[in-house]
């Protein structure tokens, strides 16, 4: 296995890392926000209101999106282990 390769397939396991992370990333720091916006205005000053519904949102969010989440990463499997049997680096 070449520099070439190794580095490319370095840089696509973090792409399928980001793009299966960043929606639960962004309901996280959107809820946050609502939550923030929320304590602002009514001067709540709770900790455990902050925490809780992110937690919830996160959860949620990955409860639905976990169709989409095992579908990349099967995709992304099968395509490392494909892209090193042509290679002959293992017994693929």
């Known amino acids: 296995m070449d520099d070439a390769l190794a580095l490319?397939?370095?840089r696509s396991?973090?792409?399928?890392?980001?793009?299966i992370v960043a929606?639960?990333?962004l309901v996280g720091m959107g809820v946050g926000l609502l939550v923030s916006l929320f304590q602002t205005l009514t001067a709540?000053?709770?900790q455990t209101l902050s925490l809780v519904p992110k937690?919830?949102?996160v959860v949620a969010t990955i409860l639905i999106l976990m169709p989409w989440i095992l579908?990349?990463?099967r995709d992304f499997a099968e395509t490392l282990?494909?892209?090193?049997?042509?290679l002959g680096a293992g017994p693929f």
């Open 55 to 57: 937690m919830l949102a």
């Open 23 to 25: 929606p639960v990333l």
């Open 8 to 10: 490319d397939l370095g």
């Open 44 to 46: 709540l000053q709770e």
């Open 71 to 73: 579908r990349t990463l």
């Open 81 to 86: 282990f494909r892209s090193l049997a042509e």
């Open 13 to 19: 396991t973090l792409l399928v890392a980001l793009t």
